[in-house]
């Protein structure tokens, strides 16, 4: 089991950055592809933007890419989504997911934190 929290949401305005921090607890992190989705009131959730156990590959959806950077530290167990550049458009819940790099059923999420972009 791998507990999650996420922090670091808020409001923005256009063009401006924020960082959002996920904890994890519980198991061992290392093991685990991190990634950052976000979701808007009736749509699907999105994937935004993942990272490897080790941190050695890093995926990211087009509508982020260059704007966002995703990156773990495996010796405090967090993940971390840096976002630069932020459009109005960027604005959902964002969650924070742990999947297990072997057992793809293991598959775990956080609360999730609000970020709204606005003038």
């Known amino acids: 089991q791998v507990q999650l929290v996420e922090s670091g949401g808020g409001l923005v305005q256009p063009g401006g950055s924020l960082r959002l921090s996920c904890a994890a607890s519980?198991?061992?992190?290392?093991?685990?592809?991190m990634s950052w989705y976000r979701q808007v009131p009736g749509k699907e959730r999105e994937l935004v933007a993942s990272i490897t156990s080790t941190g050695a590959i890093t995926n990211y959806a087009d509508s982020v890419k260059g704007r966002f950077t995703i990156s773990r530290d495996n010796s405090l167990n967090t993940v971390a989504l840096q976002m630069n550049s932020l459009k109005p458009e960027d604005t959902a819940v964002y969650y924070c997911n742990a999947v297990h790099n072997r057992i793809g059923t293991m598959n775990y999420w956080g609360q999730g934190t609000q970020v709204t972009v606005s003038s």
């Open positions: 519980g198991s061992i992190f290392a093991w685990y592809v």
